[in-house]
């Protein structure tokens, strides 16, 4: 069974530049979660969805973040136009039941914004 | 707003060592705690704790939750080198979607 994958890896951009993360979770999972680890602070909740709509999306930092997930299969998460301090992990997690168990993480997306 | 402290932040152990990870919590609604363990990209999953499972063991892993005191413990007996990691606890919040609480996490390291 193929894992939650994401993409890229990692992305260097300027500040006031716009990038695109995307997410592609475990096929047949409903909820899909973004989470991001800034410098030196513990992973932070950003959204969750439901197939294809937003349950919860508390944990973004500003109206700058948009997360989409079409079809209810893969997600994208862009940030227009990014800021320093937008560097940091972002991790996509994606679980076929609500319960808090069977999460899976991806590996993660490096921002680095210059 | 809830809140989970691990300790101690890093830790360095010779191989054969035992620890023990320590995961304290506040929440206002709890229904379970996650352990994971983290090397160099996505963290793996290793335990989930709650109400009716209070103890959890897997090889020379082994978890206990403390629902009274509000604590979580993650021991790790005859270390290895591969153990080196760094270990998460998280709590899931069932208020919001089941989205998990982080803590800062444990760096463990184990030297040969």
């Known amino acids: 069974e193929a894992g939650v994958t994401q993409f890229p890896s990692h992305s260097v951009i300027e500040k006031g530049q716009t990038v695109t993360l995307r997410c592609d979770p475990i096929?047949?999972?409903?909820?899909l979660y973004w989470y991001r680890r800034v410098m030196g602070k513990e992973i932070k909740f950003l959204l969750h969805?439901?197939?294809?709509?937003?349950?919860?999306e508390s944990g973004m930092p500003n109206n700058r973040f948009l997360a989409e997930r079409t079809g209810g299969t893969y997600s994208t998460l862009k940030v227009q136009p990014a800021e320093l301090e937008d560097s940091g992990v972002y991790f996509c997690?994606?679980?076929?039941?609500?319960?808090?168990?069977?999460?899976?993480f991806g590996s993660g997306t490096r921002l680095t914004v210059v | 707003e809830d809140k989970v402290v691990q300790s101690p932040l890093s830790l360095v152990v010779h191989e054969g060592d035992t620890v023990t990870l320590n995961c304290s919590y506040e929440?206002?609604?709890?229904?379970?705690l996650l352990w994971y363990k983290q090397e160099k990209k996505a963290p793996t999953f290793l335990f989930m704790l709650?109400?009716?499972?209070i103890e959890k063991k897997s090889g020379r892993l082994s978890s206990i939750l403390d629902k009274k005191e509000l604590f979580s413990i993650l021991n790790i007996t005859a270390t290895q080198t591969g153990d080196s990691a760094v270990y998460l606890c998280?709590?899931?919040?069932?208020?919001?979607?089941?989205?998990?609480?982080f803590g800062k996490g444990t760096s463990l390291l184990v030297t040969p």
């Open positions: 997690a994606s679980s076929q039941d609500e319960d808090g168990d069977g999460y899976t």
């Open positions: 096929s047949g999972h409903d909820n």
């Open positions: 969805f439901v197939k294809e709509s937003k349950q919860d």
């Open positions: 929440v206002t609604n709890f229904r379970s």
């Open positions: 709650t109400s009716s499972g």
């Open positions: 998280a709590v899931a919040n069932p208020n919001s979607g089941y989205a998990l609480n």
